[in-house]
């Protein structure tokens, strides 16, 4: 399901104070940085990821959320935040 404009906002506002919970370094997205979203996403639901200096940020960030089943909410400079509904005893009301 595609994010509204005010459910993007609102997650922003809800990832503001978050620290970068996963890095994405040279490799890309690689497997085992998918997997790490995965379960980081299943545990908080919202997270915010770093990537390294010179990958586009914007377009493995949108790979990451496809590949994560994840919506992409926002992408700063190299940090993204991705949003995940938990299966299980959701926190986040969007």
Request: no cysteine.
């Amino acid at each position: 399901m595609p994010l509204t404009a005010r459910q993007r906002r609102s997650l922003r506002a809800l990832a503001h104070p978050l620290d970068p919970v996963v890095m994405v370094g040279g490799q890309g997205t690689t497997p085992a940085v998918v997997k790490q979203v995965r379960a980081a996403l299943e545990a908080h639901e919202l997270i915010k990821v770093r990537f390294a200096e010179g990958i586009d940020a914007r377009e493995l960030s949108a790979d990451l959320a496809t590949r994560s089943s994840a919506e992409l909410a926002q992408v700063i400079g190299r940090v993204a935040v991705l949003y995940r509904r938990r299966k299980k005893d959701p926190t986040i009301e969007i």
